[in-house]
């Protein structure tokens, strides 16, 4: 049986890639500090025999005893609310977290995937984004302490690669939706649901021109999932290439909940990226891979989900 370990194991993605590789017949070893992730997430594998958790700060000494046939770092803050409270958290976590889990894959003549994020392409001058542009970032803006921290990972990756000859992977994620999606973690789809299921204003930043590309988990955790098992060393967009507006997303989130939510503007955060799309291209030669479920599908499924979590909320705080 393949042992792998998954950092950040218990958040959103992580928490489905575990599914995944238990599925695919792995022992499983799920890692998290549990300042972003959640155990609600993970409670549902804690019976099988091939699942262990261990909760710790992958910035610190990393020990895991027996052997490893991959590492999966998906450790960090990922959305805004996260690393703007979190900055020195997410700096240390993209710098030495990736450090930690290079070498801990290295001692274990392991495989290595490092989860990067189309954040390295900052605001881009290039559209639709391929992986050989190198990204417009303001390094000291509010927004740097995650794009260069995922920047530095991703040199950290390559020079291991290089190096050491580990093998290694990197990923660049794209715009992600999906069951276990945290209800206050300040992305699009979270907000538009949780306001809109409950009657509130959407809130949406700027005049909402701004576009974004929504991939589903279960389509990215595939492109995970085949990426892992190629032999491609470089970075790798995993997204889906289907661009909308904000406002075209959140309009279309009011339709699908049937709320009377009205759509109320805000003020655009620094450094916010104008556009957001991914080229497939790489990802669809060298892996196979492109995205298969649509937008109205991926939504439905999410729906049921956050209707379940907001009612959850709403029964505990009384309301």
Request: net charge negative; glycine share 10%; aromatic share 10%.
């Amino acid at each position: 049986m393949k042992r792998i370990l998954i950092t950040g194991g218990a958040g959103f993605l992580g928490s489905h890639l575990c599914e995944r590789f238990l599925a695919e017949g792995y022992a499983v070893i799920c890692m998290d500090n549990l300042i972003t992730g959640s155990l609600d997430n993970i409670e549902h594998l804690f019976g099988k025999d091939e699942f262990l958790f261990m909760r710790q700060d992958v910035t610190e000494f990393l020990h895991v005893p027996g052997r490893l046939d991959a590492v999966l770092h998906f450790a960090s803050p990922a959305s805004p609310i996260d690393y703007l409270e979190l900055p020195i958290q997410t700096l240390k976590v993209g710098s030495l977290g990736t450090h930690k889990a290079l070498g801990l894959a290295r001692e274990k003549g392991a495989r290595f995937l490092l989860a990067s994020t189309s954040e390295c392409y900052g605001d881009p001058e290039e559209h639709p984004q391929k992986e050989s542009y190198w990204g417009n970032v303001n390094p000291v803006g509010p927004r740097g302490v995650y794009d260069e921290a995922k920047r530095f990972a991703e040199a950290m990756t390559m020079a291991y690669h290089r190096y050491h000859g580990v093998e290694t992977r990197i990923i660049r994620i794209f715009n992600t939706y999906g069951p276990r999606m945290r209800l206050n973690d300040g992305r699009a789809l979270p907000a538009f649901m949780s306001q809109a299921l409950e009657g509130r204003p959407i809130t949406v930043f700027g005049d909402g021109s701004q576009t974004r590309s929504f991939c589903y988990v279960d389509d990215l955790v595939e492109g995970i999932w085949r990426l892992l098992n190629s032999d491609e060393p470089e970075p790798t967009n995993i997204g889906n290439p289907a661009e909308m507006t904000i406002l075209e997303f959140a309009q279309k989130v009011v339709e699908l909940t049937g709320s009377a939510s009205e759509i109320s503007f805000r003020d655009l955060p620094e450094d916010d990226p104008k556009v957001r799309q991914p080229d497939i291209t790489k990802a669809r030669r060298v892996l196979g891979w492109e995205p298969t479920v649509d937008l109205d599908t991926g939504l439905r499924r999410t729906l049921n989900y956050f209707r379940t979590k907001v009612g959850a909320q709403a029964s505990t705080t009384g309301a």
